[in-house]
């Protein structure tokens, strides 16, 4: 495993570890059930991290039909408390409808996570997720008021110079790999007041 791919492997198994804590510090006697199995199911997350990268140092995908409104709720619960213990408000609107993708569960959270950690690290306080359908597509539009990116490297995030130039660079090019293996595409914009991370997936229809 070269050295590079060691560091990857080392910030994608750090955000659920970093949940884990987060939950760990708020266990007593009377809540000890109430977060059992977010924990287990995070600590789980990376042994199947860990155990992915020691069979093979190509990543692979376990696509199962999954539900976006699932999926979203899921990360919003198990990052609360490590958004509360840094200040930062997360909104995701959610639609009514069932819109399904077929995709890899767990790495799909994980390019949220690392969404959600490059924001929080970029002195967001509020974070905003909204999604819309066309097409077959599911357009997902996550949006933090942090510090914006330099427009000189905006078009080259995910690659090995931003790497180089970002110090959260390397959970984007992680990020990156795995839309692209689901046939996707993610960009990054910079709006008036903030960022917006755009990601393009497709639908699967019932």
């Not at 042994?47 to 140092?57: A, G, P, R, T, V």
């Not at 990052?79 to 213990?85: I, P, Q, R």
């Not at 639609?95 to 890899?104: G, H, M, S, T, V």
């Amino acid at each position: 495993m070269k050295k590079n791919d060691l560091r990857i492997l080392a910030h994608e198994i750090k955000n659920p570890l970093a949940v884990s804590k987060g939950y760990l510090e708020m266990l007593d006697e009377k809540n000890i059930f109430k977060y059992k199995d977010i924990i287990i199911k995070e600590i789980n997350n990376s042994i199947e991290i860990l155990d992915n990268y020691m069979e093979q140092n190509n990543m692979t995908l376990k696509k199962e039909e999954l539900d976006i409104n699932l999926l979203l709720n899921d990360i919003e619960e198990n990052l609360t408390n490590y958004l509360n213990e840094k200040n930062v408000n997360l909104k995701i609107n959610y639609l009514d409808d069932d819109i399904y993708l077929y995709a890899d569960y767990q790495k799909l959270k994980q390019v949220f996570y690392n969404i959600i950690k490059n924001s929080v690290e970029s002195n967001a306080q509020n974070i905003e997720i909204s999604y819309s359908v066309s097409k077959k597509k599911i357009y997902i539009t996550i949006f933090n008021d942090g510090d914006k990116i330099d427009n000189s490297i905006i078009d080259k995030i995910g690659s090995n110079y931003s790497n180089k130039i970002l110090g959260h660079g390397i959970g984007m090019t992680l990020s990156k790999e795995i839309i692209q293996l689901h046939e996707g595409n993610i960009k990054y914009k910079n709006n008036i007041g903030g960022v917006s991370v755009i990601i393009t997936l497709n639908i699967s229809w019932r």
